[in-house]
T-cell receptor, first 113, second 118 residues
Framework: RKEVEQDPGPFNVPEGATVAFNCTYS??????FFWYRQDCRKEPKLLMS???SGNEDGRFTAQLNRASQYISLLIRDSKLSDSATYLC??????????????FGTGTRLKVLA | EAGVAQSPRYKIIEKRQSVAFWCNPI?????LYWYQQILGQGPKLLIQ????????DSQLPKDRFSAERLKGVDSTLKIQPAKLEDSAVYLC????????????????FGEGSRLTVL
């Protein structure tokens, strides 16, 4: 089983739609969680951190469910510019006491005019 | 503030040849990572440095890949000899040392080095 799993998509949605992505992780001791966005042929960039209490940034809402070991990203009122790949990232502590970032495969979103 | 610098941006080689990629992280960032991203997949960690020491190289194919960060600043990733399946984007990233609750934990990526092996 992969440490971080995502549905690769693609998700094709019309402008203005609401779309949700989920991600599951296998290590229950994982420390921190993020969503990164990656545009075609570009490097990944931080979109938002994910907290158990849920957090919102404009049209984007992220949620963490530790009991079920999944995180979610909700995008409301989708824009054409939201078309990208969304990467789920989990930070886990290693046996040597450092931290490593584990990326999911990414979920591709295409917003259609 | 200058971002993570990588070079070259693009490289085309034939199989069995060698190639080297260079990365200069953001000044002051203790941790440096090399990721391999194959088309359609998420980034896969190859090696992680804390200052000039290796903290994780469990997924580095050590028979052909090597990496160093001699002075705890810039780093070089080498592939020798290259195989067709090494065609990918090699992403370098850096971050301050992750301290839970004390920093964002954000990774800062360079633009990547795109390798094509023919």
């Amino acid at each position: 089983r992969k440490e971080v799993e995502q549905d690769p998509g693609p998700f094709n949605v019309p402008e203005g739609a609401t779309v949700a992505f989920n991600c599951t992780y296998s290590n229950s001791a994982s420390q921190s969680f993020f969503w990164y966005r990656q545009d075609c042929r570009k490097e990944p960039k931080l979109l938002m951190s994910v907290y158990s209490s849920g957090n919102e940034d404009g049209r984007f809402t992220a949620q963490l469910n530790r009991a079920s070991q999944y995180i979610s990203l909700l995008i409301r009122d989708s824009k054409l510019s939201d078309s990208a790949t969304y990467l789920c990232v989990v930070i886990s502590e290693t046996t040597s006491g450092t931290y490593k970032y584990i990326f999911g495969t990414g979920t591709r979103l295409k917003v259609l005019a | 503030e200058a971002g993570v610098a990588q070079s070259p941006r693009y490289k085309i080689i034939e199989k069995r040849q060698s190639v080297a990629f260079w990365c200069n992280p953001i000044s002051g960032h203790a941790t440096l990572y090399w990721y391999q991203q194959i088309l359609g997949q998420g980034p896969k960690l190859l090696i992680q440095f804390q200052n000039n020491g290796v903290v994780d190289d469990s997924q580095l194919p050590k028979d052909r890949f090597s990496a160093e960060r001699l002075k705890g600043v810039d780093s070089t990733l080498k592939i020798q000899p290259a195989k067709l399946e090494d065609s990918a984007v090699y992403l370098c990233a850096s971050s301050p040392r992750f301290l839970r609750g004390q920093n964002t934990g954000e990774l800062f990526f360079g633009e990547g080095s795109r390798l094509t092996v023919l």
